[in-house]
């Protein structure tokens, strides 16, 4: 539920009559009763009653019902709106803060009449970037706005339910493993690599990939040259270091210059891979193109955390996840991004916010919200409205945590009264910028791994209803600079989806050893599976095995 226009100037008729109005952004209706609208400094203050039906409008208005002349009111309030500004808080029947607004008003014109309209349905309230000014006219020149008009609503329902296949790294068994990933590995006979070869071979007009890069994944260079060999237009955007190398690369010719070189290059002599760099302004350099998505005959979507490499899809060594997802309307959303990158050679902040981020409900009820870093801020309309709308539990799985404004969303969901667990990466955790400690001060339990693998996940799942899935971590750089994209599925198959991702972490959260609760075991260290005797820098400090301070 948002606030989704406030009409503080009131109209041509008159300065007070002021109206507001709520959206409800969930696919079922939601009882008002013991909600509250009110200003800070306490008028207005209004106790809501009735029902708000789905994707439906409450519209608000002041002393009496013709404030909106031919609308109905849903119900009247008193109290004026200050042209100065008011900080409108909504909460729900719990005592749980929905939507707020910053004290001066973000939009509005008082000479035009113009309100203040939502731009972004979801995010944050208190931002200027999630309000607009109105622009329609309305109430044959009462001034600008929608007041119950399905302008400022979501695309309708579309005829196709969720499909989606959901899978996790690592075959877990049951809570007392001690190890729950495999080795890193060139094979490509794990669950995930299956599934998503399975989808690859399928193809039979286009495939579309911006990943960071390959390392030791031979099947998946075949299948993609096989693909371009029977027809398939296959297009790709790999991360490139500021020098010129790349991160992924291996020994066994099956790397990201690799698959570089085997797709080659049109008929123009452009290669059919490309890389993120743009040497002619320096933009990009320090900054990585970190996606992981697939788009297969504008139909298919994968995305997650996965890398595509020996210690990702191949060896299914870290702890990562994947969803495949068929779906024409977000195949779209991903090919418009994919192209401004591929076609327009645009990364980073040279991108522009120019893709749908509400999509059309699906049958079954599932709602899918997509964001792109670094121009769309996943972190504000996304990630932390997903941790704002938690009401009983929160389950986070991440790789790195050191965003603030994330870190205060969860802090906020334990006060008042959601069950937090985390699990952090030992990497992670040893960040100078973690802000863990600030959770485990709060009494959040964080589990740090002691697997050989990392915690690789940027996953959240709240109430079993709500989830978050993509590149991104929850750090600044990642929603501000990295090319990052990030989805939020609510209600209708996250229900199942639920299921899956509990097992999973439950499994995680029981082969940590409590003893790693707020306490980090090291990455490598006696502690952490072989890695002192694994001949690799697990922890990246420049010291291997029983050189290093942990293994001694």
Known sequence: MVISEVSWMGTTNSSSDEWMELYNTTAAPISLNGWTLQSQD???SVSLSG????????????????????????????????????TLVLTDSQGTVQDQTASAWAAGDNTTKATMQRAKLSGDGTLAS????????????????????????????????FHYDLKFAGGLSGSTVTDPYG???????????????????????????????????????????????????????????????FTYHDNNGCDTQAVITALGKDSSGNPWVRVDKNPSTGEGFGYIMHNKFF???????????????????????????????????????YTTEFDEMWMDGLTHHLK??????????????????????????A?????????????????????????????????????????????????????????????????????IENFKGRMHMKALLADNNSMII?????????NADNDENTLWIRNGAVGAMSYDYETYYNNLWGAIPDMFICKNPGSESKYVGNTCSDGIDNDFDGYIDGADFGCQ
């Open 42 to 44: 306490g008028t207005p």
């Open 352 to 377: 522009s916010d120019n893709t749908v981020h509400l999509l059309p409900v699906y049958t079954d009820g599932t709602q899918v919200e997509s964001y792109f870093s670094p121009t769309d801020d």
């Open 183 to 245: 080795e890193p590995s060139s094979s490509d006979n794990l669950p995930m690599a299956q599934a998503m070869l399975a989808r690859i071979n399928a193809a039979t007009k286009t495939i579309d990939f911006a990943v960071y890069g390959f390392r030791d994944q031979c099947a998946f260079e075949d299948a993609l040259v096989a693909a371009q060999a029977r027809g398939v237009v296959v297009r790709g955007v790999v991360d490139q270091n500021s020098d010129g190398s």
């Open 51 to 86: 029902t708000i039906p789905a994707h439906g409008h409450f519209l608000l208005e002041r002393t009496d019902d013709t404030s909106v002349p031919g609308v109905a009111a849903d119900e009247i309030y008193t109290g004026a709106l200050g042209n100065g500004g008011e």
């Open 379 to 447: 972190t504000n309309n996304a990630i932390i409205p997903a941790i704002n709308g938690a009401q009983h539990t929160l389950d986070i799985a991440i790789f790195y945590l050191t965003s603030q404004p994330i870190t205060d969303a969860i802090l906020a969901a334990k006060n008042r009264g959601v069950t937090v667990r985390v699990i952090l990466d030992s990497n992670g955790a040893s960040n100078t910028y973690s802000t863990h400690d600030q959770l485990c001060a709060a009494g959040i339990p964080v589990k």
């Open 295 to 333: 788009v297969i005959d504008s139909d298919w979507v994968s995305t997650g955390s996965t890398n595509y490499s020996d210690t990702g899809i191949g060896g299914e060594y870290n702890a990562n996840w994947t969803i495949i997802i068929q779906s024409a309307n977000l195949a779209s959303v």
């Open 130 to 161: 999630s309000w607009a000014t109105a622009t329609t006219g309305y109430g044959s020149g009462l001034g600008y706005g929608t007041p119950q008009d399905a302008a400022d609503t979501p695309p309708p329902m579309i005829s196709e339910a």
């Open 470 to 478: 993509g590149s991104q971590n929850f750090t600044g750089a990642a």
